[in-house]
């Protein structure tokens, strides 16, 4: 098994960083005595330099991205961590990320003429059109779909996003919440509408499971933005009977209804509970603290990087498919129904 840089700040017990200045002769603020031990250990554990591996198999390894309109993943807090784990787990593991493409730039380019071996990996991060998506894969040795639905025959990272939204419904009932509304979001990339989102399919099961009435009026469009979300509540505040909940697809979109919300000179959650989906940083320094679904997304991309380098290393044989686990995080945006 390759050692990599966390293995052995893991044994000397120092940050990552630290160990890589040494192991580059960069750390002449270190004392002498801890750089001895960092290169004693790295050399003990039979430790080789990126450089120092450019003729083995391994290091021919070329990974890069494959992004879905990939200006607003990298400004979305939601992506950008997955994009986080990816590049952290490929410097960890002494590799780097070659390459970073939109989904637009594939229609021009053919990886077969740009990367002519078979060791080219690509890390899908967010929903494809599965026409792409099968596209590539068909172009591309080994590819990894990471926040996407499983569909194809290739490796996925990701969470039961109807389920998530399942517990999140849940809970506002529990709370003795009956008038809830939606804010779900449709994909222009995918084609699919709101109504087909998983999570508005987990929400819209749950109510028919409690026998509770869906009321199209409630039910928005959000486009997966604070101001979409923003709007998607002032419509739903339009209607001449006002829901006591709402359940967002994401918390940015939470983040634009409690905009609204608070405009129309109603409070949260005496007036409206609101629970949401992603537990991104933000949403525990908004007032009140939002309560959301958490997903762990750098852990996503991580282990998207570890699945795709065990595949290319030819350790998995079939296609996988790996949930993460999701939680409710319950802080102060949901109240009783009194």
């Known amino acids: 098994m390759k050692v990599t840089l966390k293995d052995i700040a893991d044994e ?31 050399q003990d554990m039979g430790y080789k330099k990126l450089n120092d591996r450019k003729n083995e198999k391994m290091s021919e390894k070329k990974i890069g991205c494959v992004i879905n309109n990939i200006k607003s993943k990298y400004q979305d807090p939601y992506f950008s961590e997955i994009i986080y784990g990816v590049e952290r787990e490929l410097i960890e ?74 517990r999140a419904t849940d809970y506002l009932i529990d709370l003795g919440h009956e008038k809830i509304a939606c804010i779900s979001s449709s994909s222009t990339a995918l084609n699919i509408p709101a109504e087909e989102d998983e999570r508005f399919i987990g929400f819209q099961e749950v109510l028919a499971s409690h026998k509770l009435r869906l009321k199209k009026e409630w039910i928005q469009d959000g486009l997966f933005t604070i101001e979409g979300g923003y709007n998607a509540m002032r419509r739903i505040l339009m209607d001449k009977e006002l829901p006591t909940a709402v359940f967002t697809a994401s918390d940015r979109m939470a983040h634009g209804a409690y905009k609204a919300i608070q405009e129309y000179g109603l409070s949260i959650p005496k007036d409206i509970s609101i629970v949401s989906f992603d537990n991104i940083e933000m949403s525990k320094y908004v007032s009140p603290q939002l309560s959301t679904i958490h997903v762990h997304k750098e852990a996503m991309g991580r282990i998207a990087v570890k699945m795709l380098l065990q595949r290319m290393d030819g350790n998995i044989r079939f296609p996988l498919t790996t949930y993460l686990p999701t939680e409710l995080i319950v802080r102060e945006s949901c109240e009783p129904l009194t």
């Open 12 to 42: 000397v017990n120092l940050s990552i960083s630290t160990v890589s200045r040494v192991l580059n002769n960069n750390a002449n603020s270190i004392p002498e005595e801890m750089r001895e031990k960092i290169f004693r250990v790295s």
């Open 93 to 166: 593991q002494g590799y780097k990320m070659d390459f970073s493409y939109n989904d637009k730039d594939l229609i021009n380019l053919d990886f077969k003429e740009e990367y002519r071996d078979d060791t080219l990996g690509v890390i899908v991060v967010g929903a494809l059109h599965e026409d792409i998506l099968d596209n590539l894969s068909n172009n591309v040795p080994y590819v990894i779909s990471v926040g996407g639905n499983p569909g194809l025959n290739i490796d996925y990272v990701t969470v039961n996003f109807k389920d998530a939204a399942k």
